[in-house]
Protein backbone atom coordinates (compact mmCIF):
# COMPACT_ATOMS: atom_id res chain seq x y z
CA UNK A 1 0.00 0.00 0.00
CA UNK A 2 1.12 3.48 -0.25
CA UNK A 3 1.44 5.64 2.50
CA UNK A 4 1.08 9.43 2.57
CA UNK A 5 3.26 11.13 5.34
CA UNK A 6 1.27 14.55 5.44
CA UNK A 7 3.54 17.61 7.73
CA UNK A 8 2.75 19.35 9.84
CA UNK A 9 -0.04 18.10 11.06
CA UNK A 10 -1.12 21.34 12.91
CA UNK A 11 -0.07 25.09 12.15
CA UNK A 12 -1.10 28.07 13.88
CA UNK A 13 -0.66 31.41 11.19
CA UNK A 14 -2.45 34.41 11.16
CA UNK A 15 -4.69 35.97 8.14
CA UNK A 16 -2.32 37.26 5.27
CA UNK A 17 0.03 34.72 5.92
CA UNK A 18 1.41 32.38 3.47
CA UNK A 19 1.37 28.64 4.16
CA UNK A 20 2.28 25.38 3.21
CA UNK A 21 1.47 21.66 3.91
CA UNK A 22 3.90 19.12 2.35
CA UNK A 23 2.41 15.34 1.80
CA UNK A 24 5.39 12.49 0.67
CA UNK A 25 4.24 9.50 -1.36
CA UNK A 26 6.32 6.03 -0.15
CA UNK A 27 6.75 5.38 -3.94
CA UNK A 28 5.93 7.17 -7.25
CA UNK A 29 2.28 8.10 -8.11
CA UNK A 30 2.78 10.23 -10.58
CA UNK A 31 0.32 13.25 -10.61
CA UNK A 32 -2.22 11.17 -8.64
CA UNK A 33 -2.99 13.36 -5.98
CA UNK A 34 -5.94 15.79 -4.85
CA UNK A 35 -5.76 18.13 -1.86
CA UNK A 36 -8.85 18.78 0.31
CA UNK A 37 -10.67 21.32 2.89
CA UNK A 38 -12.92 20.02 5.66
CA UNK A 39 -14.54 22.32 7.73
CA UNK A 40 -15.96 21.04 11.03
CA UNK A 41 -19.31 19.30 10.32
CA UNK A 42 -18.76 19.59 6.83
CA UNK A 43 -17.88 16.80 3.92
CA UNK A 44 -14.11 17.78 2.50
CA UNK A 45 -14.60 20.14 -0.45
CA UNK A 46 -11.49 18.95 -3.43
CA UNK A 47 -9.50 22.34 -3.78
CA UNK A 48 -6.55 20.65 -6.05
CA UNK A 49 -6.55 18.23 -8.61
CA UNK A 50 -3.60 15.88 -10.58
CA UNK A 51 -1.47 17.01 -8.34
CA UNK A 52 -1.63 21.31 -9.16
CA UNK A 53 -4.65 21.81 -10.98
CA UNK A 54 -7.03 24.01 -9.46
CA UNK A 55 -10.54 23.18 -8.93
CA UNK A 56 -13.53 24.83 -10.17
CA UNK A 57 -14.78 27.53 -7.81
CA UNK A 58 -11.89 27.53 -5.62
CA UNK A 59 -9.73 31.02 -4.82
CA UNK A 60 -6.66 31.24 -6.55
CA UNK A 61 -4.78 31.89 -3.43
CA UNK A 62 -4.52 28.02 -3.28
CA UNK A 63 -2.17 26.53 -5.37
CA UNK A 64 -0.71 22.57 -5.67
CA UNK A 65 2.77 21.46 -6.65
CA UNK A 66 5.24 18.19 -7.18
CA UNK A 67 8.73 17.29 -6.69
CA UNK A 68 9.17 13.93 -7.00
CA UNK A 69 7.19 12.23 -4.20
CA UNK A 70 6.86 15.31 -2.20
CA UNK A 71 3.45 17.46 -2.91
CA UNK A 72 2.83 20.73 -1.48
CA UNK A 73 -0.01 22.79 -0.70
CA UNK A 74 0.33 26.32 -0.86
CA UNK A 75 -2.40 29.25 0.49
CA UNK A 76 -0.75 32.97 -0.52
CA UNK A 77 -2.71 34.87 1.87
CA UNK A 78 -4.84 32.79 4.38
CA UNK A 79 -8.76 34.64 4.67
CA UNK A 80 -10.62 33.63 7.67
CA UNK A 81 -12.51 31.13 5.82
CA UNK A 82 -9.59 29.13 5.32
CA UNK A 83 -8.84 27.98 8.60
CA UNK A 84 -10.03 24.33 8.36
CA UNK A 85 -8.32 20.39 8.22
CA UNK A 86 -6.85 19.91 5.18
CA UNK A 87 -5.78 16.38 3.56
CA UNK A 88 -4.04 15.16 0.32
CA UNK A 89 -5.69 11.77 -1.31
CA UNK A 90 -3.19 9.65 -3.38
CA UNK A 91 -5.40 7.71 -6.13
CA UNK A 92 -2.99 6.18 -8.45
CA UNK A 93 -3.83 2.79 -6.86
CA UNK A 94 -6.04 0.79 -4.41
CA UNK A 95 -6.10 1.36 -1.25
CA UNK A 96 -6.62 5.02 -1.83
CA UNK A 97 -5.14 6.60 0.94
CA UNK A 98 -4.89 9.80 2.67
CA UNK A 99 -2.65 11.74 4.53
CA UNK A 100 -3.46 12.08 8.02
CA UNK A 101 -4.70 15.95 8.17
CA UNK A 102 -3.56 19.39 8.82
CA UNK A 103 -5.44 21.00 10.91
CA UNK A 104 -4.61 24.86 10.30
CA UNK A 105 -5.63 27.33 13.37
CA UNK A 106 -5.76 30.78 13.93
CA UNK A 107 -2.97 32.72 15.83
CA UNK B 1 -26.28 20.22 -9.50
CA UNK B 2 -24.61 17.31 -8.32
CA UNK B 3 -25.77 15.73 -5.41
CA UNK B 4 -25.49 12.57 -3.21
CA UNK B 5 -27.15 11.32 -0.66
CA UNK B 6 -26.45 8.87 2.04
CA UNK B 7 -28.56 7.07 4.06
CA UNK B 8 -28.90 3.83 6.27
CA UNK B 9 -26.84 4.55 9.08
CA UNK B 10 -27.82 4.33 13.12
CA UNK B 11 -26.54 2.64 16.05
CA UNK B 12 -25.97 -1.22 15.41
CA UNK B 13 -25.23 -4.05 17.55
CA UNK B 14 -21.43 -5.53 17.25
CA UNK B 15 -21.79 -8.28 14.81
CA UNK B 16 -24.69 -7.19 13.21
CA UNK B 17 -25.10 -5.82 9.65
CA UNK B 18 -26.16 -2.66 8.01
CA UNK B 19 -26.91 -1.40 4.43
CA UNK B 20 -25.72 1.84 3.46
CA UNK B 21 -27.00 3.86 0.12
CA UNK B 22 -26.03 6.85 -2.20
CA UNK B 23 -28.81 8.15 -3.89
CA UNK B 24 -27.17 10.41 -6.82
CA UNK B 25 -28.24 13.25 -9.25
CA UNK B 26 -26.98 15.76 -11.53
CA UNK B 27 -25.00 13.91 -13.45
CA UNK B 28 -24.86 10.80 -15.73
CA UNK B 29 -24.20 8.33 -12.70
CA UNK B 30 -23.55 5.38 -14.57
CA UNK B 31 -20.40 7.55 -16.81
CA UNK B 32 -18.36 7.43 -13.25
CA UNK B 33 -16.57 5.39 -10.55
CA UNK B 34 -17.81 5.75 -6.85
CA UNK B 35 -16.39 5.12 -3.60
CA UNK B 36 -17.28 5.13 -0.15
CA UNK B 37 -15.23 7.02 2.83
CA UNK B 38 -15.59 7.19 6.52
CA UNK B 39 -14.29 8.65 9.44
CA UNK B 40 -14.12 8.48 12.34
CA UNK B 41 -15.41 11.24 15.22
CA UNK B 42 -12.57 13.48 15.80
CA UNK B 43 -10.00 11.47 13.01
CA UNK B 44 -9.24 12.11 9.46
CA UNK B 45 -10.24 10.05 6.20
CA UNK B 46 -10.60 6.71 5.24
CA UNK B 47 -11.06 5.13 1.93
CA UNK B 48 -13.50 2.40 2.23
CA UNK B 49 -14.22 0.83 -1.29
CA UNK B 50 -14.16 2.24 -4.57
CA UNK B 51 -16.45 1.01 -7.64
CA UNK B 52 -16.21 1.82 -11.58
CA UNK B 53 -18.80 2.48 -13.67
CA UNK B 54 -19.71 -1.05 -15.08
CA UNK B 55 -18.57 -3.31 -11.47
CA UNK B 56 -15.87 -4.38 -13.31
CA UNK B 57 -12.88 -3.38 -10.86
CA UNK B 58 -13.77 -3.18 -7.36
CA UNK B 59 -11.17 -2.42 -4.28
CA UNK B 60 -11.50 -2.15 -0.81
CA UNK B 61 -9.59 -1.07 2.16
CA UNK B 62 -8.28 -3.73 4.53
CA UNK B 63 -10.28 -2.79 6.93
CA UNK B 64 -13.42 -3.83 4.94
CA UNK B 65 -11.80 -6.93 3.23
CA UNK B 66 -14.04 -10.01 3.29
CA UNK B 67 -16.51 -8.04 5.67
CA UNK B 68 -17.34 -4.97 3.61
CA UNK B 69 -19.41 -5.26 0.03
CA UNK B 70 -19.98 -2.21 -2.77
CA UNK B 71 -22.41 -1.97 -5.47
CA UNK B 72 -24.05 -0.34 -7.35
CA UNK B 73 -27.38 -0.08 -9.33
CA UNK B 74 -26.54 2.01 -12.50
CA UNK B 75 -30.28 1.98 -13.63
CA UNK B 76 -31.50 3.25 -10.11
CA UNK B 77 -28.50 5.96 -9.79
CA UNK B 78 -27.83 4.70 -6.53
CA UNK B 79 -24.51 2.86 -4.66
CA UNK B 80 -24.58 0.51 -2.05
CA UNK B 81 -22.12 -0.54 1.11
CA UNK B 82 -23.11 -3.83 2.98
CA UNK B 83 -21.28 -4.07 6.41
CA UNK B 84 -21.13 -6.65 7.82
CA UNK B 85 -19.60 -8.14 11.09
CA UNK B 86 -20.12 -4.46 12.32
CA UNK B 87 -17.29 -3.91 15.21
CA UNK B 88 -16.90 -0.83 17.32
CA UNK B 89 -13.91 0.43 15.31
CA UNK B 90 -16.17 0.97 12.48
CA UNK B 91 -18.24 3.93 14.07
CA UNK B 92 -17.76 7.14 11.79
CA UNK B 93 -19.29 8.98 9.03
CA UNK B 94 -19.83 7.59 5.62
CA UNK B 95 -19.53 9.58 2.75
CA UNK B 96 -20.58 8.40 -0.95
CA UNK B 97 -18.07 10.38 -3.63
CA UNK B 98 -18.24 10.86 -6.95
CA UNK B 99 -15.08 9.48 -9.23
CA UNK B 100 -13.79 12.22 -11.71
CA UNK B 101 -13.61 9.16 -14.56
CA UNK B 102 -15.55 6.20 -14.74
CA UNK B 103 -13.21 3.19 -15.22
CA UNK B 104 -9.83 4.06 -13.66
CA UNK B 105 -10.10 6.42 -10.37
CA UNK B 106 -8.70 10.36 -10.89
CA UNK B 107 -9.78 11.62 -7.75
CA UNK B 108 -12.85 12.25 -5.73
CA UNK B 109 -14.73 15.52 -7.11
CA UNK B 110 -17.80 15.37 -5.06
CA UNK B 111 -19.19 14.21 -1.55
CA UNK B 112 -22.45 13.63 0.11
CA UNK B 113 -22.90 14.94 3.78
CA UNK B 114 -22.33 11.60 5.02
CA UNK B 115 -24.33 9.45 7.47
CA UNK B 116 -23.36 8.10 10.83
CA UNK B 117 -22.93 4.85 11.48
CA UNK B 118 -22.33 3.59 15.57
CA UNK B 119 -21.68 0.30 16.41
CA UNK B 120 -22.10 -0.15 20.00
CA UNK B 121 -24.07 -2.47 22.39
Known amino acids: DIQMTQSPSSLSASVGDRVTITCRAS??????LGWYQQKPGKAPKRLIYAASSLQSGVPSRFSGSRSGTEFTLTISSLQPEDFATYYCLQHNSYPLTFGQGTRLEIK | EVQLVESGGGLVQPGRSLRLSCAASGFTFDDYAMHWVRQAPGKGLEWVSGVTWNSGSIGYADSAKGRFTVSRDNAKNSLYLQMNSLRAEDTAFYYC??????????????WGQGTLVTVSS
Open chain 1, 27 to 32: QGIRND
Open chain 2, 97 to 110: AKDSCSSTTCGLDY
